[in-house]
């Protein structure tokens, strides 16, 4: 294909991708048709450009970006159908998706690239590393230094974040009746935990502080266990230090580990999730040695789907998509058994997870 045709192709797509943007931008539009705004111009202008000139250097970076790609544009594309319509038109799904999913893979890409191209200063073993390998042989300093810089946000907000959702999610044991508009997973903590405790301490307060603490414990541990990972890569002592501060002293993260409500619980289970997938794309020879690994991760998805989601059966085969996708992209077919202990085991405790939270 000459590079004028491809040219060609590229603008019609980006204007396709215009005139579908409120299916993912929160906007509002007089009318889909182009019109002399400055957002159209912006718009076609930039994704012209980078359909023109990002391309993806090789089959693995084709397949996943578009993987993703197609992940996210279908969820954004249910979610402003189901907040615009109140129900989902699967064909009318197709086109923007479709489109959007080129688009996203294009972007991913660029970022992919961008990384690439700095990892050796990221790899970089010299500089400031010295208080690192002290640190990583005693890691259990990370997470209370963590913990401490939490510890202030606690206080002040004694016994911890506990409102919004949280509070109506107790409420489903006070009634006592389910409300289906909560996760499945946090909400069998909050109506079992927080009533258990009440008897034994007659203060709802007493188990609101107990799940906060647990929970900034929870998250502290799961911080050092990325940094230390992260250090076993060989990232920039810098980096780390970075990283360390952002975790530690950003106003958001020390406000939300302190918070009982779902969301913290959901972030936490994801991130550790995505860390393990990291894993696995980086150094699939330690993640596939044992079973371990991969059956870790057949236990940690289900948990992440339920702490999000209730009518989870439809996104729960979304998530086994991307990492079936993943497995494939990464020629893991190597590791068949381990491979298929992920499968089973992912499968099963979903089920079991399932009856066990309904029940």
Not at 30 to 44: C, G, H, P, W, Y
Request: glycine share 6%.
């Amino acid at each position: 294909m000459s590079k004028k045709i491809l040219f060609i192709i590229n603008i019609a797509w980006a204007w396709l991708c215009y005139f579908y943007a409120p299916y993912f931008f929160s906007i509002k539009f007089d009318s889909l048709e182009l019109t002399n705004s400055i957002f159209a111009l912006v718009f076609l202008v930039v994704v012209g450009i980078l359909l023109n000139t990002i391309h993806f250097e090789n089959k693995r970076q084709m397949v996943l970006t578009h993987l993703l790609g197609f992940i996210y544009a279908l969820l954004t594309g249910l979610g402003h159908q189901l907040n615009t319509h109140g129900f989902t038109n699967f064909r009318g799904l197709f086109i923007p998706v479709v489109l959007y999913c080129h688009l996203v893979a294009v972007i991913i890409a660029m970022i992919w690239q961008w990384l690439e191209k700095t990892e050796l200063w990221l790899m970089d073993n010299k500089s400031h590393k010295t208080i690192w390998d002290w640190l990583n042989t005693h890691s259990y300093v990370i997470a209370i230094i963590l913990f401490l810089c939490w510890l202030p946000c606690f206080l002040s907000d004694y016994p911890g974040g506990f409102r919004h959702d949280a509070a109506a999610e107790l409420d489903q044991a006070i009634i006592p009746q389910y409300n289906p508009a909560f996760p499945l997973l946090h909400s069998a903590i909050i109506t079992h935990f927080l009533p258990f405790i009440y008897r034994i301490t007659g203060s709802y307060n007493a188990g609101i502080a107990i799940y906060a603490v647990a929970q900034m414990i929870m998250i502290a541990l799961l911080y050092t266990h990325i940094i230390r990972m992260l250090y076993k890569r060989g990232i920039n002592g810098l980096v780390l230090d970075l990283i360390m501060i952002y975790m530690g002293l950003f106003p958001t993260i020390a406000m939300l580990v302190e918070f009982t409500g779902r969301d913290m619980m959901f972030t936490g289970l994801l991130l550790y999730t995505l860390t393990l997938i990291y894993q696995m794309m980086t150094d699939r020879e330690d993640f596939f040695k044992n079973y371990f690994h991969p059956i870790q991760l057949g236990l940690m998805l289900p948990l992440t789907v339920y702490a999000r989601n209730n009518s989870s059966s439809f996104l729960f085969l979304i998530a086994l998509i991307v990492i079936i996708g993943i497995i494939l992209a990464f020629h893991v077919k190597d590791y068949p058994t381990k491979t298929i202990s992920f499968g089973i085991c992912c499968i099963t405790s979903y089920i079991i997870l399932g009856f066990v939270l309904t029940s």
